[in-house]
């Protein structure tokens, strides 16, 4: 498309429009793929100026796009893309993920075309070297020497900028990175080897710089994929956002609008095939929704009427209608998304010491570099050779794989863990996740479903248990829901039923007064022991009980646990009979119920005190103090916004299994990190001496230090392979000495 501000840029806006004030105000990107000169800008900017709805409008020429502040009314996107195209730009919606995808391969792109050059120029270095390492000398040498610099010093100026731009950055700021060295090697090697053939010199380790720089850039770019899975993560939620939705107008008409145009309330039509665009209700239609991407779950879900949905399910099989409840930020989408957001910007205790360690180690490098060039110089009194020994020594203790040792295993076991349904949420509790040797269990919503099943439905009367489920059936209380779900034959006739909220429902059976409710209101003692409900038939007053449906996998993950040395706790605000019947079952010796809030904090404060490092799960608003307190903790994404702010991590689709998985997945980030360190420290204590002792050339010192910088990556990435099917014997394996119970 032709650019119209090339051919003639607009002036820019002076009418200033009043501002309407009663409107609030939301930020827009628009992308534009045409724009490249100034006068585009200003075509943009002074277009966008006179739309009724902006506020105001800036371009980013780089990025190609406009970033807008204009009314929050709906369908505003799509007005301000119309009136860009109006202006003869082409626009189009802005798609973060797609953007954040192509600066990412960009990136690696990048990376390929240096290794590429590097390595192209390193073969026809190396077909050069040949003819010297086969006996050409004098004037053939020397051609071969000035050939291999005139293919050599532009490919290093080229193959190897992403380590000079780095170290002069760290050179400005006043201190030294990783990149430091690096950078100095690779100069050194280049300039002792054009120094040697200015001077007819018998070696050149034009080869050996190559070798450096390629290498080098093959670690990085092993670095950049395995930080690039992790973002992979974030990608995948953002994919599964939906740009236009089909909405329901009041007179029954079907329109294709933008997903900003939609608003709380609104019908939204979803086809079989289709995402889901937002946290809602489906009012209309039956199907079955693919909840995997979301929440880790692999079985189709069937919904109905009254059913809830999130945004990014997949519609399988018949059409839906979906009214919007949450939109926006406001969905479990986004929230995800933004916690993986947080998790990969994040730095852990490692990477800081790591950090730390390469800033020393850029000192003890440049000293020991220096001491070999004096060392040698004033000893043999030749130079040239003991600026060879230097560069050799300098090349080989580059600190490269040290640098790699812990942000490799941390951005692979990140993306390990979502692919697993866990989303690092804060990025110190991977390792906090590794010491843990206590773990400490919610029980309602958290062990539990959270949901109420009748416990004593076989021992009811079935005349008494009809008029239940006859009053039950008008009322929409968990327990109610509870007893009409286990009735299942023909409720009472029970007539002229109301609820009363707080209390229960009554009706007329026979003209005689029957309730359902609370035991005050009933006229019952009550059962400080149980969830209960009573219902009321003239003089007779019979009990309901209720208790917690355990989750499927909970045994299991418990189980694992237990197997792993872990010392296990439940502590439960719910009454002492079901908390220790719960215990029991499960097999967990010590257990506290009644817990308030503050002193489930208590609780956590006493443990760690004693020495323990705990693990907390839970999920309710009362958990969310005892989250906090806890050296690491865990929710799972159907936990309310404060408890799921608080925990280090979210397991998607509340899989409890997934919590063995996770610990075990720390416990093998831990040793590969350790592994790291220990080879990174033990690849110099060897290499180092004999460098220094002058057994080792340039060209020898690039291939070992990149080798080491390679083992290190491939080391961290054995963290991305396949996950198995999580089994109890596996975490104990990687686990410390059992933890005795108390």
Known sequence: MACPGCAAAPAA???????????????????????????????????????????????????????VTAEDTPGVERRLIDHLIGLGFEARPLDSAALEATRVDAAGRDLLARIGVAGFALMNVMLLSVAVWTGATDTTRDLMHWISALIAIPAVAFAALPFF???????????????????????????????????????????????????????????????????????????????????????????????DAVREGDLLHVLPGGRIPVDGTVTAGRSEIDPSMLTGETMPEAVAPGASVRAGMT?????????????????????????????????????????????????????????????????????????????????????????????SVLTAASGRLFRRGVLLKDGTALEKLAEVDTVVFDKTGTLTTGRPVLLNAASLPPEAFAVAAALARASAHPLARAIAEAHEGEAAPVTDIVEHPGLGTEGLLGGAPVRLGRAEWVGAE?????????????????????????????????????????????????????????????????HTARATPHSKVAHLEALT?????????????????????????????????????????????????????????????????????????????????IAYAGFVTPLIAAVAMSASSIVVALNALRLGAPPRRARAPALGSASPSPVPAE
């Open 315 to 407: 519609n399988l099989s018949g059409p839906i209608t979906v009214r919007a409840d949450r939109l926006g930020d406001d969905t479990l989408l986004r929230e995800i998304a933004r916690l993986v957001e947080t998790a990969e910007q994040s730095r852990t205790r490692y990477a800081t010491l790591a950090d730390r360690a390469s800033q020393y180690y850029s000192h003890i490098v440049n000293v020991l570099a220096i001491t070999a060039f004096l060392g040698w110089g004033l000893l043999s009194g030749d130079w040239r050779l003991a600026t060879n020994i230097a560069a050799a020594v300098l090349i080989i203790t580059c600190p490269c794989a040290l640098g790699l040792a812990v942000p």
């Open 609 to 689: 005190h004693a020495g323990r490092k705990v693990l907390m799960v839970g999920d309710g608003l009362n958990d969310a103090a005892a989250l906090a307190a806890a050296h690491v903790s865990i929710s799972p994404a159907s936990a309310v916004d404060a408890t799921r702010s608080t925990a280090d991590l979210i397991v998607l689709g509340n899989r409890l299994d997934r919590i063995p998985e996770a610990l075990a997945l720390a416990r093998t980030a831990r040793s590969r990190v350790m592994e790291n360190f220990a080879m990174a420290f033990g690849y110099n204590v060897i290499t180092v001496p």
């Open 13 to 67: 806006a002076n009418a200033s429009r009043p501002s309407r004030r009663d409107i609030p105000s939301r930020r827009v990107e628009i992308s534009l793929p045409g724009i490249h000169c100034a006068a585009c800008i200003s075509g943009v900017e002074a277009g966008l100026a006179r739309h009724p709805e902006v506020r105001a409008a800036r371009v980013n020429l780089t990025l190609k796009r406009v970033a």
């Open 165 to 259: 731009r780095n170290a002069w950055a760290a050179l400005k700021a006043g201190r030294l990175d990783m990149d430091v060295p690096i950078s100095t090697a690779i100069l050194l090697a280049v300039g002792v080897s054009l120094y040697e053939t200015m001077h007819s010199g018998k070696h050149a380790f034009f080869d050996a710089a190559l070798m450096l720089t390629f290498f080098l850039l093959i670690g990085r770019y092993l670095a950049h994929l395995t930080r690039a899975s992790a973002r992979s993560a974030a990608a995948e939620l953002a994919a599964l956002e939906v740009h236009y939705v089909t909405r329901l107008e009041p007179d029954g008409d079907r329109d294709t609008v933008p997903l």
């Open 526 to 590: 009550g059962d400080p022991e149980h969830t209960a409900t009573w219902l009321c038939i003239g003089d007779e007053i019979r009990p309901l009980l209720f208790t917690d449906e355990l989750r499927a996998e909970a045994p299991g993950a418990v189980a694992a646990l237990r197997a792993a040395g872990l010392r296990l706790e439940l502590l439960s605000g719910d009454a002492a009979r079901p908390v220790a019947a719960l215990a029991d079952r499960l097999g967990i010796e010590a």
